[in-house]
Each structure stands twice: as C-alpha cells, then as structure tokens.
C-alpha cells in the first residue's frame, strides 16, 4: 500500500552526474519530508541529503560539499536526488525514506525504499 521506490542509480564515470528519483505510491508527498542516504560497503548507513515539505529545511551533509541538490515535484508524487562531480567515494547503495513534515538526517524515518545502488569507477 505505502511505498518507496527508487530509481536512476547504475555506473558512472569519476566526475560525472546521476539523478537519483524516489516515487511514492499509496500516499501523496506534499507533507513529508523525504530523506536520502547510503551505504556504502563495510560502512553504517549515513544521511546524505532531505527535501523538506516546507520552504528553508532543506539538509545536506557536511561531507558533500554542495555538490548535491534535493528538489520535489509533488504533482508527481517524486523527490529528486541530483548528484555531480561525483567520485568512488560516493558509491553505495542509496535509499530514500519519508517521515512527516521535517527533515532531519538519522533514522528517524517511517517509510523506506529499497535502494538503488550507485556505482562510480572507470
């Protein structure tokens, strides 16, 4: 009934982009706040980035350094993960998750998609 799926992840070069999309079903996003993170192997699973359903909660992690950008399109029912210059230190298997309203960047979601692996090599 409630879901999450994600879409776009796969092989990229060092220095290029990906758009990450995250399509909810069985319930509409305009309330929720829509987080993303990843794993990435032999890690813990770490918050990357969240769409807010409120203008000025946006977040990103600290370590990304603005290379990433969160946006929605609720008459879509998707969030989007835009990811440039990216390196192997950002593969890993991404995840979005949905929680009421704000955003924050632990677990403290409700809602979770299965993943969409990110793979950045030659």
């Known amino acids: 009934q409630l879901q999450l799926v994600e879409s776009g992840g796969g092989l990229v070069q060092p220095g290029g982009s990906l758009r990450l999309s995250c399509v909810a079903s069985?319930?509409?996003?305009?309330?929720?706040?829509i987080g993303w993170f990843r794993q990435a192997p032999g890690k813990e699973r770490e918050g990357v980035s969240c769409a807010s359903s409120v203008s000025g909660n946006d977040m990103y992690a600290d370590s990304l350094e603005g290379r990433f950008t969160v946006s929605r399109d609720n008459a879509k029912n998707t969030v989007y993960l835009q990811m440039n210059n990216l390196s192997p230190g950002d593969t890993g298997d991404y995840y979005c998750?949905?929680?009421?309203?704000?955003?924050?960047?632990?677990?403290?979601?409700?809602?979770w998609g299965p993943g969409t692996p990110v793979t950045v090599g030659p």
């Open positions: 998750a949905a929680r009421f309203r704000y955003c924050v960047l632990h677990d403290n979601y409700d809602y």
């Open positions: 069985g319930f509409k996003l305009d309330y929720f706040a």
